[in-house]
């Protein structure tokens, strides 16, 4: 079995986008050295990693409440999950011993936050599907970070995709993310995962370890007022992965202006950002500055810019915008309605 025959497949049962990462670089190049999240350390055994991509259908960030993404994201992960399983299977039976990764998977003895043993945005960069943002998301060129990732581990050896060496992220000029970031979180190509998660987590882990902390001090009569609170609600369903687990704010990603999906149906509806303030321009601008005078940047080190784009930004999303109206003018004049 090779490659593109795998590629085929998961093509055939549903994937957006897939691309294949070899085993031997994921555990030559861990996202963080002091807690490496390698295949290595799952199995010895895995060669290459199946990297699946489902795309956040666009609608949803065009409505006028988050709850529809957030609705939309668990059926992606469930539909990605399938498709993953699926492929792992038909990989075993030709064969290959192959498993799934959990996507949204956390794993308490690496760090103190959500930090799963395989991290699926470098999975993603890894097998060429894309590079970071400034907000440390994957961009696709296709649809921005408006995707779910998740990994199939094989035995099979597959040729590796080539890892993406041009910046997808505009960067520093744009900062449409950074200005969107109702907590303020975007760092630059980095993020406060711990203010993100107040947003993005409203009825996560955080959240209801923070709420049971103030209950046990609590008198009987505030004990009662508090479990019939909004937010032992929210618990309730987050832990139903209804909604508000995880995913829930989707400012970040209706923003950026890169793919096709946005060119096509966001460029309008999300082109002004309300949370936009003058302290976030200036924010964008100090790290423009920074970049510019070739300042020390965490996330831009040695180790990091493998995943940012060592080449830099170089018009890709110009480029698709310019192909895309291109495609649009053929097609009207196709239509008859130029
Ligand atoms: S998900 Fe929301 S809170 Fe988190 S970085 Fe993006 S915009 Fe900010
Ligand atoms: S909004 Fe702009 S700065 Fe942020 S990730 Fe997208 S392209 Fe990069």
């Not at 490496?36 to 956040?56: A, E, L, N």
């Not at 609608?59 to 994201?73: C, L, M």
Request: hydrophobic share 35%.
């Amino acid at each position: 079995m090779d490659a593109a025959e795998v590629k085929q497949l998961g093509a055939s049962l549903g994937a957006d986008m897939i691309g294949i990462a070899s085993a031997k670089m994921l555990n030559a190049f861990p996202p963080d050295p002091r807690y490496p999240q390698t295949p290595d350390r799952i199995s010895s055994y895995v060669k290459s990693v199946i990297v699946i991509v489902q795309h956040i259908p666009v609608a949803a960030f065009r409505a006028k409440q988050n709850i529809p993404v957030q609705y939309i994201d668990m059926l992606v992960l469930r539909r990605m999950d399938k498709i993953g399983y699926r492929l792992a299977e038909k990989l075993e039976k030709r064969g290959f011993p192959s498993f799934l990764t959990a996507a949204q998977e956390t794993d308490w003895d690496y760090k103190k936050a959500s930090y799963g043993r395989l991290s699926t945005r470098h999975l993603g960069i890894e097998a060429g599907l894309g590079t970071f943002g400034l907000e440390v998301n994957i961009l696709t060129p296709e649809y921005g970070p408006r995707v779910y990732l998740t990994g199939v581990l094989t035995e099979a050896e597959l040729e590796p995709d080539e890892i993406m060496t041009e910046q997808v992220c505009i960067g520093e000029g744009c900062s449409r993310c950074l200005y969107s970031c109702p907590s303020d979180a975007v760092l630059h190509f980095g993020i406060d995962k711990r203010a993100c998660a107040v947003e993005a987590q409203e009825f996560g882990y955080m959240q209801i370890t923070k709420f049971f902390n103030n209950f046990i001090g609590k008198s009987r009569s505030e004990k009662v007022a508090d479990l019939k609170s909004r937010d032992v609600f929210g618990f309730w369903q987050g832990l139903l992965r209804v909604v508000g687990s995880f995913g829930d704010c989707p400012r970040c990603l209706a923003v950026c202006p890169v793919g096709n999906d946005y060119h096509a149906y966001l460029a309008g509806p999300q082109k002004h950002i309300p949370e936009r303030t003058p302290e976030k321009e200036a924010k964008a601008k100090g790290y423009k500055e920074a970049r510019k005078n070739g300042e020390e940047i965490a996330g831009l080190n040695e180790w990091n810019r493998r995943w940012v784009g060592p080449e830099g930004y170089k018009g890709i999303v110009a480029r698709q915008l310019k192909s895309f109206k291109q495609r649009q003018r053929e097609r009207e004049e196709a239509s008859g309605y130029s």
